[in-house]
């Protein structure tokens, strides 16, 4: 229904700065909520970043006032936005959507998102 592709990732060095990108096709009116999450080798995917079709965000504590979430609904594209990156934040970041839910809502949780794309390695380098 929804097929999702990130973009963007690379190597950077500590401080440095990255924006990766997640385009949606198919039936992108099933991407009310979005989010960013990310998984680092032997740990657990982790979430970073949701944001509503209104614009709404939600962060993760580890990356408050770092990264920005955004999206242009006319292009069907999810940004991410990460500033003063850090070596704790290599990981592949992957952007997911839902297609539904409570408007008042946000959604951490990657159990809550049935669509996602494939990844994109950010790597931080000290």
């Known amino acids: 229904q929804v097929q999702l592709v990130e973009s963007g990732g690379g190597l950077v060095q500590a401080g440095g700065s990255l924006r990766v990108s997640c385009a949606a096709s198919?039936?992108?009116?099933?991407?009310?909520?979005m989010g960013w999450f990310r998984q680092a080798p032997g740990k657990e995917r982790e979430f970073v970043a949701a944001?509503?079709?209104?614009?709404?965000?939600k962060y993760a504590d580890s990356v408050q006032g770092r990264f920005t979430v955004s999206r242009d609904n006319t292009k069907n594209t999810l940004y991410l936005q990460m500033n003063g990156l850090k070596p704790e934040d290599t990981a592949v970041y992957y952007c997911?959507?839902?297609?539904?839910?409570?408007?008042?809502?946000?959604?951490?949780?990657?159990?809550?998102?049935?669509?996602w794309g494939q990844g994109t390695q950010v790597t931080v380098s000290s």
């Open positions: 198919g039936r992108t009116s099933n991407t009310d909520f």
């Open positions: 944001i509503t079709w209104s614009g709404a965000t």
């Open positions: 997911a959507a839902r297609s539904w839910g409570s408007a008042g809502s946000f959604y951490i949780s990657s159990y809550d998102y049935p669509y």
